[in-house]
Every structure is written in structure tokens, then in C-alpha cells.
């Protein structure tokens, strides 16, 4: 782990590859309709080398959100902890949530049509502040029941101790 301001000898876990095969098929199917149509619009008017040209830079935007796709999806880690669990997440600019247990209300699972079709669920952390981004992506369904059933648990034993 890399983040300088996480806490050291914690058990860090990833989220599924599925996530990063998931972000690359809307990337490139995105950019498939855009470039197609923009080239077959671009030959029409103008020519045959702006045409070209906008294919080119399809490519290499294509080129490069794969890169940064792969690293967005290698950011994304969790830690259970005895008390709260950290979310750690973001290539340029990372950041570090802390939810503690007690502070949870309740916990969603997430799967869209797309989600489900890769084998990935989201974790929805919910707190009193409505400005926590407290989730977890591409985790597979099992895992994200597992998380979300222990998460409740521990919130609700947390809170019955306030």
C-alpha cells in the first residue's frame, strides 16, 4: 500500500478485476459510437485526413484511459478494523475514509444491469452525514453480502453501546 497517510500493518483487500473490465467496455464502447460517427461525419465534410485524424485520437484516448482505468481499479482497498473499517481510494488525488461502526445506520448492496452482467456489487455505507463517500465498488456478490451482513452486525452492536 502506498498511502502514505493510511495506517501501517492493516489487511488491506482489492475489489474484483471485474471492475476494471467493466469501466474498460463502457470506455471503449463510448468511444466506439463516438469516433465511428464523428469519423463517418468528419469524411463526409471535410475529408478523408480529418477523418483520420480523429480516429487517431480516439485510439489514443482510448490508450489511455485503459492505463487509467487499471490504475484507478488497483486504488480501490478496504480494511476491516476492530472499530471502523477504511476505504482508500483515487490515483491523483487519494483519499482515506473512516466510518466507524457505531456511526453507521444502515449498509445497501448495489448491482445495475452492467454490474450484474461482470459478477460485481456495490457496498453503500450510510451515516448521519450526508457528505460521507463511504463505498466499495467490484465486489463480487458474495463478498459484498458478507460485508454488508458483518458491517450491520457490528453497527448494530456498536450503537445498542452508546
Same mark, same amino acid.
Given at each position: 500500500m502506498d498511502l502514505v497517510? /493510511? %495506517? *501501517?500493518?492493516? !489487511?488491506?483487500?482489492? =475489489?474484483? @478485476? *471485474?471492475?476494471? @473490465?467493466?469501466?474498460? +467496455?463502457?470506455? /471503449?464502447?463510448?468511444? !466506439?459510437?463516438? =469516433?465511428? =460517427?464523428?469519423?463517418v461525419g468528419l469524411w463526409r465534410l471535410v475529408g478523408r485526413e480529418a477523418a483520420l485524424g480523429l480516429a487517431l485520437a480516439g485510439a489514443g484516448v482510448l490508450a489511455w484511459g485503459w492505463w487509467l482505468v487499471g490504475r484507478g481499479w488497483r486504488a480501490w482497498r478496504y480494511a476491516e478494523r476492530a472499530e471502523d473499517l477504511l476505504i482508500s481510494?483515487?490515483?491523483l488525488f487519494r483519499k482515506l475514509v473512516v466510518v466507524p461502526y457505531g456511526r453507521m445506520q444502515y449498509v445497501d448492496v448495489t448491482a445495475g444491469p452492467l454490474e450484474r452482467r461482470f459478477g460485481i456489487a456495490t457496498v *453503500?455505507?450510510?451515516? /448521519? +452525514? %450526508? !457528505?460521507?463517500?463511504a463505498r466499495i465498488p467490484g465486489l463480487s456478490p458474495e463478498e459484498a453480502a458478507r460485508l454488508r451482513d458483518r458491517l450491520a452486525s457490528l453497527g448494530e452492536a456498536r450503537a445498542a453501546g452508546l
Open positions: 497517510f /493510511a %495506517p *501501517q500493518g492493516e !489487511a488491506w483487500s482489492g =475489489v474484483s @478485476r *471485474q471492475l476494471a @473490465r467493466l469501466r474498460r +467496455s463502457v470506455l /471503449a464502447g463510448g468511444l !466506439a459510437v463516438v =469516433v465511428t =460517427v464523428g469519423t481510494h483515487g490515483v *453503500q455505507l450510510h451515516t /448521519a +452525514s %450526508p !457528505a460521507t463517500d
